[in-house]
Each structure stands twice: as structure tokens, then as C-alpha cells.
């Protein structure tokens, strides 16, 4: 089946024939409450469009605008909700509480240019949509009173690498272009944006810019921020183009009013990134250590050591367990360099050395590729299993939701001095809830990006849950997790963006000037507040 | 004589008794002559300040803060101008025709907020000044028109590292901290910021934070924007302080809208920087090149290698000859690495391999330090020339300026698929004023920074000018040179900031949409319009 004729999950996670069939979900469930040592979970039926009773649209577009718009089920259901657990549960039980009125796929930036003057005159909402994958309620249209109606603007038809210019490495891409999309179209130039999220295959270059999105580098070029020409972004008053430029210090960045912006301030339609080439050598390694804490002193020593491995994801022993099949306990640190140009050879002697000093073991030995010859790095042992758990962890999810599992992600960012309390104050205030109202509930821990400064840790949370109380108990865990994270020098989110869950803790780690000032560029720029109201900027209406 | 007892120049760069003497100035004359073939340089007397007249203040200070503020004749006259050729050659001839008010030395923040408070409130520009180095006319108020007057907040009293993290290798450092007086801190915790600008000696962090400085990097870390973990900014309507944190994906980046904001929203006070441990280990390397444009090519393929070098910065025939004593017209790449960690022999042999493709010679080999045993590294030959001569240019340059000479630099970024017909459009451009001018004059270019998709070029420009016509002549030389800049892909500046003198071009150059939000932002901030005026937002009244 071609990619074209596969039908994207209207409720859950990516592929409707990815997903777990009833089968696997049955022997999932048998093998989870063995796990967790539960007496059985029921498996609830996966939900159907068919079941839905979708409110009647509230608008229709003009007549110009007609035939880029949809009011199909599929459609409104599709971008009824993003892909957070909290939206996989509502969606299970066909509970979509904000359907878009319409849904308008534009083929150009003169389209969007006349969907954002629609939706300004009639004072309707304008919510971007690119692959949908949003954990934070960045997608959903819930905006708030006082709106004729929502529409989703969905930018997957502008999905085209438009120049590319080799000499600089760079690309001019429109918006909506999926990970696989892009990277299809620069392949054969022997360059990659090298930007691989968890969501790589359900998201877009336009959403990864609005949400500043962390990718596959571990260090350095953590955050799609970094690789960034220049972009235009279609405001309701204008549409602001930036130069193409390698560095610049003329003024306040121009891009990073818009990176981070969420759709609040306009709809990014291109931009001019920079690209990789397509790295040839590659060295990876899985170091053991006894624990998280000594894995972390390593990975400190490595992040300020210079050495800049393209991957350096430390997991703690539970997440080491779960998703990577190492089974005495040990925290694993998966460590990889890579290279266009030069085998990281030298480099990876001294993160090995590095990691020993601290305790770090390499039982499998490190593994040196070159690419030419083969493609096959860190695609077996420990790594690849952590690779290929780490892919398949959001379809999984979604089966876990149908038994009612509680099965949810978040991250931050803290100083290195501050990484062990942020570490139990949060692990505590998840148990404390989790013991509460689930009886237990599991949390473990892995580092996702490292800076000189600090690391990234990214928390997973599993729990039994109860048919039809499930968001409310998590709530309350995300509540509890998120006050521990603000309290103990973390940030709301490293990499998920701020959407509408995040809302009441954005606000509160923001600085009051800078949400003033935020305020007013948004008015200035979108008289009408129609651009993703209650994103970014509280609402006001 | 101690640092403390050191008195600054009022009219031209540094300490006093470190510009040209008058035989020093003489001998200048003579040889400048002889190279370029002149009849003979009449030198004029060094300015006076005896000879001042400067107006009477405008304003009084209120009681509460009289004890923070000067008025004297030194004081004034010094804060009256940037170090830009334009601001030397004017206070050479006794002009200044902006002087502040009153000098404000705030010693905490208190004081700034009381500062702005009294200025918001009787209508006084505000403009604040750091080590006072700006090359744009950023700290002269020149506020136009509509203003009771016009202080300069001066913040090198506030110059306290007041916290060191060693742990996350994070200092919290007050903004009015010079160079050497912040280092001098840092030393004894084995940490540096490692910025180290031309101006040194003469910027302030606070300074750098609000122009986006550039520094000693080369690659990566070229400007100060990515060594910042937070700020704290004092607006006319509140304090802003961010988050100290690695990274962050939490909306718009709150501390990218005040770097760069060059004092038009507020004062920066303080910030937490991130460091690094003091390099051990370094690698240096003279690399020649046939010309700038192959010598252009081998340090392309370095920029997108991975290698990053600390130092890449490539001399062109001209600028060798001038700066670094290389005789044969070959153009000459400074490269080095340096690390706190590892030797890093493998990048520099991997670094001069990729110059051999390109055609580079080293005559004089790899230099290889451990800063253990010495810390001689890269301080001779034509390495340690290009350095010496480096630190000395702006005392010199304002001995020229005694002579009338014009010499002045000028910098940008662009695409590497742009710069060679950048390069030519500003050589044909400067080219063309100082032929018809000054009979010729000399312009050469060196690449101060390099990004993996384009260089920074850095012009110097020389002509014979004449006494009273500098400044014209200049202004239309650096009018011709801006339009070259942004018709051929440039920015007006990589790092030597917007200021006044840059503000038409950067108006050009910034999407006017980005132009009103930061407009709006400071009308939300600073309602009263008294924060460096006419800087970044420009003027409405």
C-alpha cells in the first residue's frame, strides 16, 4: 500500500495499520498486568468515526475559499484533538468537546493570506495544523467564547522543498512538509535537516518551528531554533519575510519573535534552513553505570568536555529496562558521534575514557561505521532496542489507553546543580498522587539533550488507571509534576511546546515584562486576537 | 601606575597614556606617506579638553540621587560619543555635540530602577553606556528632538560576579562588569566567559548582552546570545528576569527580545553566563592561501566539516601585508582549536588536510600547546603579529585620524553562495567614493567569524581624507559600502550592533511586520519613550 492511500488514525497515534490490532492489545494487556501484577485489564474497543455525532458547522467559508475547505467527519474529528495522552483518552471514548467548523487545507501562502483576512473579518478562530502530533493542546480548537467559530488550517499541501543552494547548505522549504516529506526531496542533493523528533513522521517543519522543537542532536543543535536561515510568516496585517543570513546583530533576532510563537502571532508558511550533509562515519556505544545519578556525573563530564556526541541519551535503570531490555538494574547511556567529513573516532575514545573515570562500562564494545559500506549503526543490542521501543512507544501508548493504563510523558530543563532534587521532588510528587489514586504508578527518567549546563530530562509515568476517571487522574499527576518542575529551577517544557496545557505554568515562569511585551506584538500584528487564541497569550475575551 | 589610576581618553580609544605619543604619531606620518605615496601628513594636536565649551546641563537630578551623578567637564565630554572613526574624528576637532545632561553611576539596581523612574517621569532620555565602545553611535545622546534632556546611565560601578555556579559552570554576573575586571573574577574558580571582543578592555557585559556581541569564537559560539542563561532587565515598567536554564522551549525566547535591544526597552543589570573550564590544550596554525578566494573555499569546507575551530579567521593579500607582516600577497588563515579536555590534534591534522585540498600551506607547521607548562601559543610569527596588531589598531587609528586619514571598518554576514559578489560589489563600491574623493584609497576584508552556510566579512577602509571633510567623506563611503551590503545579500551588521549611525539600513533590512511588534513591545515597556531613543525603534517624536 503506498503511502498516499494510508489513512492517518483520526484518534490515536500516526497509521491506522500501524496500530496494534486487537490481538497484540489483548496480549499486551495479559503481559502489562502480569508486569505490574494486576488482576487482568479490560480492553476497551477502539472507537469509530462512525460513532461520532459531531456538532453542525458554525460558519462557511466564502465562496473563494470553498474548495480548499472540508467539513468531513473524518476531517473535524482528525483535527479535533493533537496526540497527548489526556486527547487519546478523550478520543477513545469519542469525546471531541472542540471539532474545528471547518477544516482548510491551503495550497499556497496566498491562500493562507486569505484564510487569516477571512477569519479576521468574521472574527473566527485560526488554529495551525501541521502533522497534528502537538502533546501540549497546541492544535486542539479550543479557543475560548466569543469566536463565530474555529477553523484548523491545515498546511500539509505546501510541502515542497522549493531551492536548494548547495554551496551554503541551505534549503528553502515550505511549511507543512512532514519530516519524511523534507527529507525525501533532499535526499537526492546529498544534504538532510537532520531534525529527527520522536514525531519525525507526523510532524512538520512549520510546526517544529512554532513549537521549537528538539531534535535528534543531542547537544549543540538541540533545538530546530538553531537551524534557521530565515523564515516568512503570514501575519493578519502583513506577512514578515527575514533576510537569509548565516549570524546576524542587527536588532533582536527577527526569527525568534516567531520560533516558540505557536501560531499566536501568524502562520509560518517557508523557511531557509540549514542543512547536513548526509553524515558517512558514525561510532555508537551503550555505556553501563551502576545508576542514574552516576551515569548523570558522566554525562556532565562529556557535556562540558567539548567532545559534542551527536547523541548522549542517558536512561535510569527502570527506562533502561522497559525499553531497552537491559536487565541487571544498570543505567544506560546510549553515546553516538557521527560525521560527514571524519571518523569521530577520537572523539569517541575520549567520551569512553571520559565515561570510565566515572564509573561507565562498555560490555558491548563500541561499534564504528562507515556508511558507504554499510547503514547498519546501533541498530542491534541494547541501542537498537531502545531505538526501536523509542518509535513504536506512541503506538503502544494508544493500546495502553484502551485498557485504561495511564501512560504519559514530560520534560524540562534544569542546572546540573539542581538535577537531583528536581529528580525527587518530582519522582515523589507523581508517586504521591499515583499511590493515591492508582495504588502505584511508575516513573522513570532519561536524559534527551545535554547542555554544559545542565540536562534535559524527559519523565515517563505509568499507572493503572479507571475507565472514565483517567484524565482526571492524570491532571492531577500533570498538575502535581509540574509544580515540582517550576519549584525546583526547571522549565514547563524543554522541547513539547506551551500549547493550552501548559498555559497556567508558562505563565508563571515567564517573566510579567516579556508577556506584556508579547501581548502587545500580538496585538500590533493581529488586531482581531483570531490567531490560535489562548496560545501563548492568555485570552482576553 | 595601578588600573585604578589610569585615566581613560576622552576623545579618542583606551587609556590615555597608551595612545601615540606625538613623536610616535609623527613617525606614523612619515611612513603612511611613504606607503601610500603622499606628499607629507600635516598632524594636528590632540584635542583638549581644556578647550571645551560644553552647554550648560538642562536638568537637575533630584536630591535622592544627586550623589550618583557628575557633571563634570571629563565625564561629560567622555560619555558624549561612541569610538566609531566618525565620534574620534569629531571629538578631535572638539565637537561634541551631544553631550549628556548628567553622568549617572548607578552602583545597583536599585538605583537604575530610581533612575528610570525620575527620567520616565520628567521626560529624560535615558541612554545607557558600558565601557562606552560602541562603533554606531549607540551610546551619544543624540535623542532628537522632545526630550528635557538626555543622562548617560553609566553601570561599570556595577561590576560584581556574584555568584559562581562550578557545577553547571554558570557565574551571575552584574552588566557593568568590563573584560578584564569580570575575568579577574572568574580566574581564581578556574572558569571564563571567554568573550573577548577587540574592545575588551573597553565593553561590559552588559554592553555585549544589549549589542549581541562577537567574540572569540570563530565557529559556534560567535556571539554572546548563546552563553546566556538568563537576564534581568529593568524597564520603565518593571524588572524582568528570566529563568536560569540550559534550554528552554517555553514560547518566544525571553531573553532573545532584550539582546540586541541595545537599551531601547530597558537597562540589562545582570545575567547568568554560562562559562568554560580555562583551555589546557591548544593548536595553532598560519595557513596560506594563493588569494581570499581559494583561501574562501578551504575555510567553507572547514565550516561545514564539524571540526570548530576556535579560531578560523581568514586574512586576505591586503590585510596580511598590513597586520601580519606577510610579504608574498598571499592570504592568510589564523586557525586554531583549544580545549580545557583533550589535545585536539586530530581536528587540527583533520583542519590543515582539508587546507592541502584547497591549496593551503602552512610554512611554519602546527604550534602545539599544553598551557600546563606555557602559554606562549600562537604568540609569534605571523600569528603573533596579526594579534599584536590587533589589540594596538584603535590607538593607532586615532593617531591617523590626527592626520586626517580616514580609517574606519565595517562589518556583515552573508550566504557563502553570496560573498563573492558581496565582496565586489563593496570593494567596487568603496572604491569608487575614494577614487573620487581622496584620489584612491584601500579596502581590505577578513572573515572574523564562519558559519557553516556563509563567513562574516570584515572590511578596513583607508584613504587619504582632509581636515574638515572626514566625516562627509566617510559618511559617504560608509552610505555606498550599506547599499552594497544589503543589495548583495549582507546584513548591516554581524556584531558591531545598530546604534544610531546604522539605523536606516536596519530599517530596511528588518521585516517591517518584526518592526512593529518591537515597537509595540516598547510602548508596552516604556510608554514614555525615554529608553535610548531613536536606537532599534525609531523615533516618533
Not at 5 to 31: F, P
Amino acid at each position: 500500500m503506498s503511502t498516499e492511500q494510508r489513512q492517518r488514525s483520526w484518534w490515536g497515534w500516526g497509521w491506522e495499520d500501524e496500530a496494534l490490532t486487537d490481538e497484540q492489545t489483548a496480549k499486551l494487556a495479559t503481559s502489562i498486568a502480569a508486569r505490574f501484577g494486576l488482576d487482568g485489564l479490560e480492553v476497551r474497543p477502539a472507537p469509530r468515526l462512525a460513532d461520532l455525532d459531531l456538532p453542525r458547522p458554525r460558519i462557511e467559508p466564502p465562496a473563494a475559499l470553498a474548495h480548499l475547505c472540508s467539513i468531513t467527519d473524518r476531517d473535524r474529528a482528525g483535527h479535533s484533538l493533537g496526540k497527548a495522552y489526556r486527547d487519546v483518552v478523550q478520543a477513545s471514548y469519542g469525546q471531541l468537546p472542540h471539532p474545528p467548523d471547518v477544516v482548510v487545507h491551503p495550497r499556497d501562502e496566498a491562500d493562507v493570506v486569505a484564510v487569516l483576512e477571512w477569519c479576521s473579518d468574521a472574527d473566527i478562530a485560526v488554529v495551525p495544523y501541521g502533522g497534528g502530533s502537538s502533546v501540549v493542546g497546541g492544535v486542539e480548537p479550543d479557543v475560548g467564547e466569543g469566536f463565530a467559530g474555529a477553523v484548523s488550517l491545515d498546511l500539509t499541501r505546501m510541502d515542497r522543498v522549493l531551492e536548494v543552494e548547495r554551496t551554503s547548505r541551505s534549503a528553502r522549504i515550505q511549511a507543512g512538509a512532514l519530516g519524511p516529506v523534507l527529507e525525501d526531496q533532499l535526499r537526492p542533493h546529498g544534504l538532510t535537516l537532520r531534525h529527527f523528533p520522536q514525531s519525525f513522521e507526523f510532524s512538520t517543519l512549520g510546526g517544529w518551528l512554532a513549537t521549537r522543537s528538539g531534535g535528534h542532536y543531542a547537544t549543540v543543535l538541540t533545538h530546530i531554533d538553531d537551524m534557521v536561515a530565515s523564515m516568512r510568516t503570514v501575519t493578519p496585517t502583513g506577512i514578515s519575510e527575514s533576510r537569509r543570513l548565516p549570524g546576524s546583530g542587527a536588532g533582536p533576532s527577527p526569527d525568534r519573535l516567531f520560533l516558540g510563537s505557536e501560531g499566536s502571532l501568524g502562520v509560518i508558511t517557508e523557511a531557509w534552513m540549514r542543512l547536513q550533509d548526509r553524515p558517512r562515519f558514525k561510532a555508537s556505544a551503550g555505556v553501563h553505570f551502576a545508576n542514574l545519578a552516576t551515569g548523570a556525573e558522566a554525562v556532565r563530564a562529556l557535556s562540558q568536555s567539548g567532545l559534542a556526541p551527536s547523541n548522549c541519551r542517558l536512561l535510569d535503570g527502570g527506562e533502561a529496562a522497559l525499553s531497552a531490555g537491559v536487565e541487571d538494574g544498570s543505567a544506560l547511556l546510549v553515546l553516538g558521534f557521527e560525521s560527514a567529513d571524519h571518523p569521530p573516532s577520537a572523539a569517541m575514545e575520549r567520551a569512553v575514557e571520559l565515561c570510565g573515570d566515572h564509573g561507565g562500562r562498555v560490555p558491548a564494545g563500541v561499534t564504528h561505521t562507515d556508511t558507504a559500506s554499510t547503514d547498519a549503526a546501533g541498530r542491534e543490542g541494547a541501542v537498537g532496542a531502545w531505538r526501536n521501543s523509542f518509535l513504536r512507544a506512541p503506538y503502544t501508548r494508544d493500546a495502553l489507553v484502551r485498557m485504561s493504563m495511564i501512560v504519559e510523558t514530560f520534560e524540562t530543563a534544569c542546572p546540573w546543580d539542581r538535577f537531583g532534587d528536581l529528580h525527587t521532588a518530582v519522582t515523589d510528587a507523581v508517586h504521591e498522587v499515583t499511590a493515591r489514586r492508582c495504588g502505584f504508578g511508575v516513573v522513570t527518567c532519561r536524559f534527551t539533550h545535554v547542555y554544559p549546563d545542565g540536562p534535559a530530562p524527559y519523565f515517563t509515568v505509568y499507572a493503572p488507571g479507571r475507565p472514565g476517571d483517567e484524565m482526571a487522574i492524570w491532571d492531577e499527576i500533570k498538575a502535581a509534576a509540574s509544580e515540582a518542575l517550576l519549584s525546583n529551577s526547571g522549565t514547563i517544557t524543554h522541547h513539547h511546546a506551551v500549547g493550552r496545557h501548559h498555559m497556567p505554568w508558562y505563565e508563571q515562569q515567564r517573566p510579567d515584562v516579556v508577556g506584556r511585551a508579547i501581548a502587545a506584538a500580538k496585538s500590533a500584528l493581529d488586531p482581531a486576537g483570531v490567531c490560535n487564541p489562548g496560545v501563548i497569550v492568555g485570552r482576553s475575551r
